[in-house]
């Protein structure tokens, strides 16, 4: 497993009484108070695919998993500056605790294809201009790599995991890192997943993302591996 993990410094300072989450979540005493608030862990991402995916393998911990909808005013997005997925996970981890003041959980992930120098890399998201559709940007991609031959179309998912909490005085920042190898198909296969999963094959189980299931997928992904290893902190975390 090509997990790692870092150490970080000072959280942000954004006021917690200028949000609130909804009655069906979490008490108001939860948000004001970081020492009852560890044990509402929040899943920071307006992506629908990796909510369902993060929140299956989460669902054994010793807390309460909420997303951004369960805040009753939801923030507006932080725009992404960083250069590399971890920059990425600490800047929205960072801005949703500063917010909510809850343990908060957030990830960036995307394609680096070889035949391209790694694109689209932390641009994933945004690969073709803002707005695209997965179907368009994967039309997009197999276009620029019409002429790319099979054994040049190597290329991994990377996820990059940020936690970050307060607990009394201390910040909490931590990162998880997971990475998986494949190649580019020639055409879209399955209908599973999101994103660029239809043209992602496994470079082991050879078949794309699209076509796993979702046992299968999380057992491979990057983002499997590397919330396994934020798993394993968590648990410890949660305990004490
Ligand atoms: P948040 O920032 O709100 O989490 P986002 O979709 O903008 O959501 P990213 O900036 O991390 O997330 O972009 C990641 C993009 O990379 C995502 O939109 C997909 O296009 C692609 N991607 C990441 N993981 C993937 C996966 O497991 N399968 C297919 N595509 C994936």
Not at 73 to 95: C, H, M, R, S
Request: hydrophobic letters at 35%.
């Amino acid at each position: 497993m090509e997990s790692k993990m870092a150490n970080e410094n000072e959280k942000g300072n954004q006021s917690t009484d200028d949000w609130q989450t909804g009655a069906r979540s979490i008490p108001q005493s939860a948000i004001r108070n970081p020492q009852s608030a560890i044990r509402t862990l929040l899943i920071a991402t307006s992506n629908k695919g990796k909510v369902i995916e993060l929140a299956s393998l989460l669902e054994g911990l010793n807390c309460r998993v909420i997303g951004l909808e369960d805040l009753s005013q939801v923030p507006p997005p932080v725009e992404e500056t960083g250069t590399t997925f971890i920059d990425n996970a600490l800047i929205k981890a960072d801005y949703y605790h500063a917010i909510t003041g809850l343990l908060t959980l957030a990830e960036d992930s995307g394609l680096e294809v070889d035949a391209l120098d790694g694109r689209p890399g932390v641009y994933s998201a945004r690969y073709g201009g803002e707005g695209l559709s997965s179907a368009d940007q994967i039309a997009l991609l197999l276009e620029e790599m019409k002429d790319v031959p099979e054994e040049k179309r190597t290329a991994r998912f990377v996820c990059g995991i940020a936690l970050v909490d307060a607990k009394g005085e201390m910040a909490i920042r931590r990162t998880f890192e997971g990475r998986c190898e494949g190649r580019i198909a020639f055409t879209p296969h399955g209908a599973g997943g999101f994103g660029y999963d239809p043209i992602f094959i496994d470079a082991e189980l050879g078949r794309t993302f699209a076509e796993l299931s979702r046992e299968e997928k999380s057992s491979r992904s990057h983002r499997g591996m590397a919330l396994r290893a934020t798993i394993k902190y968590l648990e410890t975390l949660l305990k004490g």
